[in-house]
């Protein structure tokens, strides 16, 4: 019998077919909460699998543990845990995200080429302006995906369908993906899509002819802080840089200057440097950025706790089957390499 913790909220449907699984044991967080803090020693201490956003302060109190898994696609949570010393594997919720996310990048390429910033400026102190700058197209525009995992294949796959040139940065180049969760019709599964593919050591080659740079990535200790001056000068000037995925991926004063100086045109940020950011925060005030609220992807998504739920079910089949577990990280991933 594996015993299961859930500490989500529930999804009533998923939980009855959990429950219906012959060999399974559920246990609920009687609040849970999407931050790490203390559980209850006693509720702990028979755990075999974990399903959670963030691990609980007391992570040691989970004697029993055999594998956990997360809700978020980013699993910097799991650092400093010692995982790997403990044997103990770990999923995470890449997939669950992928399409509200993609549909971000794609809305934000459009407002950003179009200017959308400027035309409700104009709305809101009644200047008609019918210039060219408000009617482009992103129509064989070209865009650099930097990272292609299931945030980058949805992207991509959204792209392609409005006609746009896909070019990836991949340190291990593109491969089908397997033993991955990927909603049904979405993505790019078997790795075809992409117009050209760039590896490590070619990101200057990969950043000089891009209209959109989209940062795809999650942020680990070798990533924190990757993208500074260098690469940001080896943009065009024209191109935007979108990212959805963690504001730490670049140096927040080469951001701005490079905002500020016209590096590059402007910027779609969804991810940031403080939560919340604060009013009087410069990132407000710069007229080429579009700042959203961390919202292209979160758990008040409608279609979050179905996904959530459904990698949960498929990951505890598969575990009770001897099969590997989807998302399931690897030892360098686990040590943030």
């Avoid at 005030?285 to 008040?300: A, D, E, Q, R, Y």
Wanted: glycine fraction near 8%.
């Amino acid at each position: 019998m594996s015993t299961v913790l859930i500490d989500i909220p529930i999804h009533p449907p998923s939980l009855e077919r959990l429950r219906a699984i012959k060999g399974v044991h559920v246990h609920l967080v009687e609040k849970p909460e999407e931050r790490r803090r203390a559980l209850p020693p006693e509720l702990l201490q028979d755990v075999e699998i974990l399903m959670c956003t963030f691990p609980p302060e007391n992570f040691a109190d989970l004697q029993r543990l055999r594998w956990l898994q997360i809700t978020s696609s980013g699993y910097s949570q799991l650092f400093n845990l010692g995982l790997v010393e403990r044997g103990i594997r770990a999923a995470n919720g890449r997939g669950t995200f992928d399409i509200p996310i993609a549909e971000w990048n794609v809305a934000m390429m459009v407002n950003l080429v179009r200017n959308l910033r400027q035309m409700i400026r104009n709305q809101d102190t009644g200047v008609w302006d019918r210039s060219a700058q408000f009617q482009r197209e992103i129509r064989n525009l070209t865009v650099g995906i930097w990272g292609y995992g299931g945030l980058g294949r949805a992207t991509a796959r959204l792209a392609k369908a409005m006609g746009m040139q896909v070019r990836v940065m991949s340190r291990e180049g593109v491969k089908p993906a397997r033993n991955v969760y990927c909603t049904p019709n979405t993505g790019d599964p078997e790795g075809i899509l992409p117009d050209r593919v760039y590896l490590a050591g070619s990101e200057r080659e990969f950043l000089g002819e891009l209209d959109f740079l989209i940062l795809a990535m999650p942020l680990t200790p070798a990533t924190e802080g990757m993208i500074g001056e260098k690469e940001l000068r080896s943009l065009p000037p024209s191109a935007f840089l979108l990212n959805p995925s963690r504001g730490l991926l670049v140096r927040e004063p080469d951001l701005l200057q490079a905002l500020r100086e016209g590096w590059i045109a402007g910027a779609a940020l969804d991810t940031h440097y403080r939560y919340p950011t604060l009013p009087d925060d410069p990132i407000w005030k710069l007229p080429n950025v579009i700042c959203t609220p961390h919202i292209s992807g979160s758990s008040l998504s409608p279609h979050f706790l179905t996904r959530a739920w459904a990698i949960l079910i498929e990951n505890v089949q598969r575990d009770l089957a001897g099969s590997p577990l989807l998302n399931e990280l690897t030892t360098d991933q686990l040590l943030g390499r």
